[in-house]
C-alpha cells in the first residue's frame, strides 16, 4: 500500500513534470528559445508569483462567467455541487441555433441505458451538449418545463459516481438539478438529452 505522504509526492512530481512539459511547449510555441526561459526562470524572482495572479485572476473570471451564466436562467433552485469547480467551462459553445433536444424515441428506442443513449447520439451525428450549452438553451429557449440533460458535462462525486445536470420544471420554479448517471442506469422517457448539431 502506497502511503499517503509516497503519494503525494508522486502526485507533486507528476505535476510538476506535466507543467514542464506544458511550459516548454508554449515557450517553443511563441519562439521563446529553452535557454531564454531557463534565464528567466533563474534570473526573475517573481516569475512564479507572476504566473500564479494571472491563473488566480483567470480562475476567478471563469467562476464569475459560471455564476453569470446560472444568473441569467433564472432559476429558484441550483445544486450546491454545479461549481466551476466540478464543472469547469472549457471549449467552444455552441449558438442555441445549432442545439435541439432528442427522446429516446427520437434515438429509436425507450428505457435505454446511459450509454446506450451516448452511443446513439454519437452515432447519429451529433454531439453531447455541455453544461454552459445547457445554461445557454435554458436562458433563452428552453420552454421551462421539460426534463432537459446535458450528458456532455460529468461530475464524479467522492463516492464515485458520476452524475449529470438537467433542467426541471415545475411547480417549484425553474431549477438546475444533478442526476446520476452510471453507465447501466435506465432513463424516464420523459428525459429530453441537448445535443448540437456538428
Known sequence: MVSKHKSAVVTGAGFLAAFNHSLFVAAKQADVSEEQLYKLLNGDANFVAKLVKVFAESTRASVQCLAQMIAACRFRYVNDNITEVNF????PVADVENMLTVSQKDLGDQNMTTIEIEATIDRKGFRRATLAEQLVYAASKWNGRDLVVALGSSWVCPGGG???PFLYGGDDGRQLRLRWAYPGRRWD????FLVVRK
Do not use: D
Not at 422517457?189 to 429530453?192: E, G, I, K, R, T
Open 88 to 91: 469547469p467551462l472549457s471549449g
Open 189 to 192: 422517457v420523459s428525459f429530453l
Open 162 to 164: 458520476r452524475r449529470v
